[in-house]
């Protein structure tokens, strides 16, 4: 028997507080409005190299590729 | 023609903004073309079939920025450059310019701030699924803005919230409305007791935007994406989201927005619903209401009669009606059609999809870039002929444009395309406000009307439908006056837009 | 059972965290420094022949070889340079560090520093001061007059007063200096006051003429960088106790020698990752430009691996003003950092960032996949030898070294 919890982990009591990954103006618009905001100034992993992302993803799984 | 190009190293700006202000370089008296964008593979590509790629930016990396401009003379070429660094850098100033470091990462942001509790993720859809899974596996819920996700990571990321008892709302959520806070794409709107779960952005923002044009509020609006009742998915999220306004004190009413379910999922959701206490509109887009109000459920005939039920369901009244019929009759009567055909633009799909739906038994044939069943499939979407509806917004026409919410100049091309073209009787647009959105949209389509009036003056039938609050960043009022002033005829819900375009069309 | 990286970096930061460098004492190069030799130079960097030499680099060289007693004059110099007689080796595989050309022989007195945790010492020259000095590659008479001075008065006076005085406590001196505006690579002015303040009263208290101990004095109190040649050592010390942690991705050394970056990581032993060294970005002094600098050069690269320097920018806003920033741009660039870094230092805090420990343990995978460089700030050398600095300001090393090493690591552990 599963036991009773608060649906979505109680979301709609809480606070809205954002972490925006992504579009700036979005992170702008929240921080008008006065809701706490972060903006996380997000790049491509390993500015988009190929092959640096496959090493990073190697080394990340744990496992030999080859 | 001169040719000028510079590479910046190691500088990234997200594609909205280098969309945005390689349309403000293109304005530049002089310029034939003008390229701001990240050294990817594809923007190589597009330099090269432009003649554009000089040996300079041959060896750009994806985290690099190119601009290339061909310009008449290297005056004009030197300023365009010019005025693009000084584009970037408000750009730039004004993400940092807080003072506040943007961390690199969700785990530097949570340092920041640790009791964020929501996750808004746009980035490239390659890259989007690895985002969301960070911010679930911190215990945090996850609205999805990007789409390009595929359906397989969609279903392991709902798997993975539902059982760490969180929210996933996406891939292509762009709207959602949390304890009374707009995200993404979203309006302003009255707290109150109805809840909504959508499997479509504008779909919601129209109910929600209705629901308090008509007096009532909303408790929560909580957006799924628009594959959720997919065979595939099963409707996880909605599930989810419908469970959680059940149990909500403050939500005494739920409204369901989504196009038909599959079968399956849609037998599972019903199931569910059933023991829902809580009274429960659902409008699935030109699903048969009647299966859906047997098994007891309201069924909503259209986006406007979803946001009447529940409000009438919320107060026990029936709300006063935003437009009347006369009134609406009233309006079409005091105009002709001088040409057979309507040509409308939509920025919203949902709306453009009700807008089909609607006329097509009265106009008979409609073609469209994204038809709905019994419409044509417009053989060249660039090319409108008889009665045409477009959704502005679908992939075909936003590859390397900003979304027509955000960015205007493809509607005004085709506003002045449209008029110019003699068929053209009517021409109608949905004008979205909210966080967003344009903060003069309305102005930026009165400025293509004028121009296109010069360009052809004659008499052509203009309504727009806007949606969005008096309390909406754009003021309401405002926008509405400038339609209004121009010419057009403003409608509150685009159901009312569609009542005039039958009106018209009937007498005309 | 595939590498625990996690593990390991946690590993290698228990040893940079508990490390304790001490000053223990000054002797000659010779007698101290592992596998000095009569004809061996050291350097700064990573390997490195002449031919590749840059200008400071060559000018040092001359220098040391004339301060050696190895050539008579500069003909004589540069013919044996060449010679093949000569050997060049880089400091850090001597257990030690030199700043800008670093260039150090075997009749040089050295700092000894000893980490009292784990035992493991490291040496540095002592700072001949600004201006015209070996380490920009100056190699003029008086040059190497300086040089013999501190080789005859001022290390023996200080020697001396260091036995009287007894050890040093690095550590903390290095944390207090970073409270009062310091961050003990471009600006060790507060740890040179401090440092003058612990060894004053012992000079005094030694056997030698007083004049003697007066120019000791007036010596370190004129070169506000004095305390630098500590600073990197001590740095190295704390670094130096993870090496070489078995599978750990945590980068333990940076350094440049003018014409190369390099770098290298806990886990993959004695090997370094190479790259072009960069040109530093920064305000000039007056009559210079860009087109007299010198690229990257100097261990001192070490502080900032050490989570102190560039790192530890938000302890030293007056730094900014070298580069035309304002003090929020120190905050951001400290805070940049905490983005590559594993841990916080449980040793050095930085008031401006509410006492937040400075950011420790560059992790090489981090870097790449973030693609955030260390941010190093520091001195620029004209290029030709020996005119000495001309400007500071804020270089990175380039991408290179982090992916080579990336490479590396993935190759051997997975």
Known sequence: ?66 | MPLLSQLKKDTYFDSVTLMLATNELKKIRGVHQAVIGMGTDYNLESLKRLGLLSPELADATPSDLILAVDAATEEAAVMTLREAERLLSVKKGAASGTADYAPATQAGAAKALPGANIVLISVPGDYAASEARRALDSGRHVMLFSDNVSIDDELELKTRAVEKNLLMMGPDCGTAILNGVPLAFANAVRKGDIGVVAASGTGLQEVTSLIHRMGCGVSQAIGVGGRDLSEKIGGIMTLQAVRALEDDRQTKVIVLLSKPPAEKTFHALLGVLKDVKKPVVIYFIGADPVPIERLGFAAAQNLEDAARTACRLSTGRQPSPLLSDEEIAEKASKVRLTAPSLRALYSGGTLCDEAQRILLPRLKTIHSNTPVAGCEKLPNVYQSRGHTILDLGDDEFTRGRAHPMIDPSFRQEKILSEYADPETGMLVVDVVLGYGSHPDMAGAVVRSIEEARERSPRPVVLAATLCGTEDDPQDYEKQRRTLEDAGVFVFPSNVSMVKFIVSVMSHG | ?414
């Open chain 1, 1 to 66: 028997m599963a036991e009773r919890r608060p649906p979505i982990s109680g979301l709609f009591d809480q606070p809205i507080q954002v972490i925006n990954v992504g579009v700036p103006s979005f992170s702008d618009d929240l921080k008008r409005q006065g809701v706490p905001v972060r903006h996380v100034d997000w790049r491509p992993p390993a500015g988009g190299n190929k092959r640096i992302q496959a090493l990073l993803r190697r080394i990340k799984n744990g496992e030999k590729t080859s």
């Open chain 3, 1 to 414: 059972m595939p590498m625990d990286v996690e593990q390991a970096n946690k590993k290698a930061l228990q040893s940079i965290q508990s490390a304790q460098p001490v000053l223990v004492g000054i002797d000659t190069a010779k007698n101290v420094v592992p596998g000095m030799t009569d004809n061996l130079l050291l350097h700064a960097g990573p390997p490195i022949g002449w031919d590749t030499m840059s200008g400071p680099l060559r000018g040092a060289v001359l220098g040391a070889l004339l301060y050696q007693g190895l050539a008579r004059d500069e003909k004589q110099a540069r013919e044996l340079a060449v010679s093949g007689e000569i050997q060049y080796s880089p400091w850090h595989e001597h257990s030690g560090v030199g700043p800008m050309a670093g260039v150090s022989s075997a009749r040089m007195p050295v700092w000894i520093i000893e980490n009292k945790t784990k035992g493991n010492r490291t040496y540095c020259t002592l700072n001949e001061g600004l201006g015209k000095v070996l380490r920009y590659g100056a190699y003029s008479t008086e040059v190497i007059d300086r040089l013999k001075w501190m080789e005859e008065t001022l290390a023996p006076v200080l020697s001396e007063a260091l036995k009287l005085r007894g050890e040093i406590n690095l550590k903390a001196m290095i944390a207090q200096a970073l409270q009062m505006g310091d961050e003990v690579h471009n600006r060790n002015r507060a740890g040179t006051s401090l440092l003058f303040r612990e060894l004053a009263p012992c000079v005094i208290e030694t056997h030698f003429p007083d004049k003697d101990k007066r120019k000791v004095l007036e010596f370190i109190h004129s070169n506000d960088h004095f305390f630098l040649n500590l600073s990197m050592p001590a740095a190295k010390a704390i670094l130096q106790s993870a090496e070489w942690t078995e599978g750990s991705s945590l980068v333990t050394t940076m350094a440049r020698n003018g014409t190369e970056f390099g770098i290298r990581v806990a886990g993959l032993k004695d090997r370094w990752f190479t790259g072009p060294a960069q040109y530093i970005k920064g305000l000039f002094f007056p009559g210079y430009s860009e087109k007299d600098a010198n690229p990257d050069i100097g261990d001192s690269a070490i502080t900032e691996t050490c989570g102190l320097g560039g790192f530890s920018m938000a302890s030293a806003p007056a730094i900014v003003k070298f580069v035309g920033g304002t003090v929020q741009d120190a905050l951001n660039f400290t805070q940049k950092m905490y983005e590559i870094t594993e841990t916080e230092s449980d040793s050095f805090q930085i008031p401006s960032l509410d006492f937040r420990g400075s950011p420790t343990g560059i992790n090489i995978i981090k870097v790449c996949e973030l693609g955030i460089l260390p941010q190093i700030n520091t001195g620029i050398a004209h290029r030709e030898a020996g005119i000495g600095q001309i400007g500071a300001g804020l270089v990175n090393p380039p991408m290179k070294c982090f992916e080579d090493a990336l490479e590396a690591f993935a190759e051997k552990y997975f």
